[in-house]
């Protein structure tokens, strides 16, 4: 099997200054982990973390275990979500060491999260702590920002050309002009050609209109769902108004999809429950047990196989370490490693021949 996974990977985990100041010191989302209650009998809260306990991302070791980790259960590298505003950087740091020591030795390339950092965590919200502008010559100055980061060896590439991924191209105030620019400098930098894809977040943008090259599917986003009727609960939270959707169901709906017609290279998620960020009013799938996960990442690894030619035969996991969504593979005390090797399984699909003769 060729297709290679790539999990999208959270680079929050360490104390920043913005982060002290907004939050108070010391602050990264375990706090939010840690605290979660459950808001109704069954609800699983807090979620704690195995193996790699409440790691900090300044600490190469953790680095290095997380790569080692997701290797041995099939992962091919991470995506590090990039934030840059108009020049500025945040949670730069753990990728800035990966480039700086080499280590780990383990593929990756970038998504730049282009969306406002909000205190509600999802863009939206009114209450903007920093806001993502576009002023003066943004195109090239991000370009420019990224080059060392795409002349990486670990760089993932795609026939030669890094791969980069965009948000919420959407909301780039001309998002076809900016790609010809980056392409543009790449070029004249000696990167050579670069391969683009938009997410689909947000928005359902089809690539060819914006000159990228391919669209990547991020669920939850944008899957019809199936919701729970909460009225039968028993609330552990009065004040409990969350939302509860079907995982298995969400899942049919996943399949059977259509394809778009342009390059989709598709995605999958193990769970969602975002509590940590907006207790009560959390969206929580519930059902997500690892083997319906699998069959589903099994499914994905087939329809790419079948539908995308080389390096494109992609798929993504959101994601490696989500924890305030609740959307993770790593391991955590109640699933242990159960996901990573559902993971495994959808990747090295045993031969007909072998699973009749195990069957026997």
Known sequence: ?????????????????????????????????AAAKPGFVGHYQPRIPADLGFYDLRVPETRLAQADMARTYGLHGFCYYHYWFNGRRLLERPLNEVLASGEPDFPFCVCWANENWTRRWDGRDSEVLIAQEYAGDWEVRFIRDLLTTLNDRRYIRIDGR?????????????????????????????????YLANVHSFDLTD?????????????????????????????????????????????EGALKRPDPGYVWLRGVFPGWDNTPRVGPRARIFAGNQSAEYQRWLSELVEWSSRHRRG???????????????????????????????????AL?????????????
């Open 1 to 33: 099997m060729t297709v290679r996974a790539i999990a999208f990977y959270l680079p929050q985990f360490h104390p920043i200054p913005e982060n002290d100041a907004w939050w108070g010191k010391g602050f990264t989302e375990w706090r939010g982990v």
């Open 162 to 194: 890094p791969l980069i991924l965009v948000y919420r191209p959407a909301s780039l105030p001309d998002p076809a002009a900016a790609a010809r620019i980056w392409r543009d400098v790449c070029r004249a930098e000696g990167i050579g050609e670069i």
């Open 207 to 251: 690539p060819r209109a914006i000159g990228y090259d391919a669209a990547v599917e991020f669920p939850p986003t944008n899957q019809k769902v199936w919701m729970f009727d909460n009225k039968h609960l028993q609330l552990l939270d009065p004040a409990f108004r969350g939302v509860l959707n079907n995982y298995p169901l969400m899942v």
């Open 311 to 345: 390096d494109e035969q992609l798929v993504f996991i959101n994601a490696w370490n989500e924890w305030g969504e609740g959307a993770y593979l790593e391991p955590d005390i109640s699933n242990g490693h159960k996901f990573l090797e559902a993971t495994r399984a």
């Open 348 to 360: 090295s699909p045993v031969s007909p021949n072998v699973a009749h003769a195990q069957a026997q």
